[in-house]
T-cell receptor, first 114, second 117 residues
Framework: DGGITQSPKYLFRKEGQNVTLSCEQN?????MYWYRQDPGQGLRLIYY???????QKGDIAEGYSVSREKKESFPLTVTSAQKNPTAFYLC?????????????FGPGTRLTVL | DQQVKQNSPSLSVQEGRISILNCDYT??????FLWYKKYPAEGPTFLIS?????DKNEDGRFTVFLNKSAKHLSLHIVPSQPGDSAVYFC????????????????FGQGTILTVHP
């Protein structure tokens, strides 16, 4: 059953702690993406990767870091430098990084920083 | 700078009637547009897309219209069903390879559609 998994669905962390959100895909897609959704706003791109061992900053990369050591995995670390980390985080993948490729989304992780 | 705007935060429609969701964009480089549907606490799912070389694309009950001169697109759902109740996001991108925005989607704020039985 192919798809994108994100775990956990809900995550709570204390202020000042780094936290890593998991994203795995078994669709054999080259490109992967991280978005953030806040209430009343659209999805905003944090980071994207078009190929293993390469990634690019999106519109709101400050306070976040990523790695892409394996094709299937694109973890996102929310660091203590992110000023407003509480949000719904969505991971997506597409076959290539080409703009007309459909992006498939995971179920999301809701991060709450206390 | 909001390059893709959905000015209606919500829309309420009776079952069986037409739902029209609107989206405006400002970046003239955008040449490919998509609509995604999202249920609460789930990831968005792709609905329909349109290239700038077309002005209409249809898929079952869903039709997207593109007016390039007005930088406006709309999604029509006919007939609307209660299961269509969700948040609808408009997204735009441009397909020029090699640029820093290659493959990047820019999303609108979303419109909450409620279809009443």
């Amino acid at each position: 059953d192919g798809g994108i998994t994100q775990s956990p669905k809900y995550l709570f962390r204390k202020e000042g702690q780094n936290v890593t959100l998991s994203c795995e895909q078994n669709l054999n897609h080259d490109a992967m993406y991280w978005y953030r959704q806040d209430p009343g706003q659209g999805l905003r791109l944090i980071y994207y990767s078009q190929i293993v061992n390469d990634f690019q900053k999106g519109d709101i990369a400050e306070g976040y870091s990523v790695s892409r050591e394996k094709k299937e995995s694109f973890p996102l670390t929310v660091t203590s430098a992110q000023k407003n980390p509480t949000a719904f985080y969505l991971c997506a993948s597409s076959m290539t990084g080409y703009s007309t490729d459909t992006q498939y989304f995971g179920p999301g992780t809701r991060l709450t920083v206390l | 700078d909001q390059q893709v705007k959905q000015n209606s935060p919500s829309l309420s429609v009776q079952e069986g009637r037409i739902s029209i969701l609107n989206c405006d964009y400002t970046n003239s480089m955008f040449d490919y547009f998509l609509w995604y549907k999202k249920y609460p606490a789930e990831g968005p799912t792709f609905l329909i897309s349109i290239s700038s070389i077309k002005d209409k694309n249809e898929d079952g009950r869903f039709t997207v219209f593109l007016n390039k001169s007005a930088k406006h697109l709309s999604l029509h759902i006919v007939p609307s069903q209660p299961g269509d109740s969700a948040v609808y996001f408009c997204a735009a991108t441009h397909g020029r390879p090699g640029g820093t925005s290659y493959g990047k989607l820019t999303f609108g704020q979303g419109t909450i559609l409620t279809v009443h039985p």
